[in-house]
């Protein structure tokens, strides 16, 4: 089985376009959830949909959306993008929301903002 | 502020030496996870501890939960260059259906 795919694997944008990234979660999982992660830190929680509701949100601001499709691949959309949003974006995937649950990783977005 | 503090920060351990990277919560925890990231890749999962006491062992990897259910700690024993990379913590917020992670710990084994 194919574990968790993300596209791009990197992505150069410019200050105040938008961009969107893509997981394929492993099969079987319905939950898929977001992180952002800067140079040197641990990544930081940004959301987590579940049978395509959002059950989660970190502490973003509105510039970042999010999506879970039926087939349970979701997008995570950034809008008028900072510097400050240069990061790997990583998406993970897990067989529900209940409590002590592994999740399984991709292996990252690596966005770039000049 | 950060809610699972790690320590130490970066570590650089000769080839056989063990050592030890410790994850503290300013509450108690309910599911810690270990993970270990190569730097710029994705995350691989090594363990989940959920009761206080809990140790789990895999190879050379142990992970311990204490009693409190505020402290986790995993112990390599006889390390190897294949070690190296980054150790994070991370854990469920319960009720929040958030999840956090640990400040990491920068692993480097000298051959």
């Known amino acids: 089985d194919a574990g968790v795919t993300q596209s791009p694997t990197h992505l150069i944008k410019t200050r105040g376009q938008h961009v969107t990234l893509r997981c394929s979660p492993i099969?079987?999982?319905?939950?898929v959830s977001w992180y952002q992660q800067v140079l040197g830190q641990g990544p930081q929680f940004i959301f987590q949909?579940?049978?395509?509701?959002?059950?989660g949100r970190g502490n973003f601001p509105d510039r970042f959306s999010a999506r879970q499709f039926p087939n349970y691949s979701s997008e995570l959309n950034v809008n008028a993008l900072l510097l400050g949003d240069s990061a790997l974006y990583l998406c993970?995937?897990?067989?529900?929301?209940?409590?002590?649950?592994?999740?399984?990783f991709g292996p990252g977005t690596r966005l770039t903002v000049l | 502020s950060q809610e699972l503090e790690q320590s130490p920060q970066s570590l650089i351990v000769q080839e056989g030496k063990n050592l030890t990277i410790n994850c503290t919560s300013s509450?108690?925890?309910?599911?810690l996870y270990w993970y270990k990231q190569k730097y710029g890749e994705g995350l691989i999962f090594l363990m989940m501890?959920?009761?206080?006491?809990e140790e789990k062992s895999h190879e050379k990897i142990t992970a311990k939960l204490d009693e409190k259910k505020q402290q986790s700690s995993l112990h390599i024993t006889a390390s190897q260059p294949s070690h190296a990379g980054i150790y994070l913590c991370?854990?469920?917020?319960?009720?929040?259906?958030?999840?956090?992670f640990g400040t990491g710990t920068r692993l480097k084994v000298l051959a």
């Open positions: 993970a995937s897990s067989q529900d929301r209940r409590f002590y649950n592994e999740q399984f």
């Open positions: 099969s079987g999982h319905k939950s």
């Open positions: 509450k108690t925890l309910y599911g």
């Open positions: 501890l959920q009761k206080g006491g």
């Open positions: 991370g854990a469920d917020r319960t009720g929040t259906y958030k999840y956090i």
């Open positions: 949909y579940y049978e395509k509701e959002e059950r």
